[in-house]
């Protein structure tokens, strides 16, 4: 059961980032729109500051729960070559992790498609 429901979740979250990278009107349209979310980057020498607009805010909003999906398939599989685990302990923080990440992932493509309405609605 966990499986197909993070697949069709990722197939979702790909085709909602396909969707939105391939519209020039929503590129266009949100390039506009300005937002309060600055991208930090820090390397070393020296501190640099982006301002994002809502397009560039809704593509990193829209590949976080993708990366967290792709992390969920790879702790799941890890999990079945592993085997079952003798430590209870350690199998319990394996779970949590887990299911943290899955109510993570969840919780973001919630927001994910509160932000492809809302993109759609500035256009």
Do not use: H, Q
Request: proline share 2%; aromatic share 14%.
């Amino acid at each position: 059961i966990c499986i197909p429901t993070i697949g069709i979740l990722f197939g979702f979250s790909i085709a909602a980032l396909t969707l939105l990278l391939s519209s020039v009107c929503y590129k266009e349209e949100l390039s506009k729109v300005s937002t309060n979310r600055v991208l930090s980057i820090d390397n070393g020498r020296r501190k640099k500051e982006i301002k994002l607009n809502l397009y560039n805010s809704t593509i990193i909003s829209f590949s976080y729960p993708i990366v967290i999906y792709a992390l969920l398939f790879l702790l799941f599989f890890v999990a079945s070559i592993i085997g079952e685990i003798p430590l209870k302990w350690l199998a319990d923080i394996g779970n949590s992790v887990f299911f943290f990440l899955l109510f993570e992932a969840l919780f973001a493509t919630l927001r994910m498609i509160s932000e492809l309405f809302y993109a759609s609605l500035k256009i």
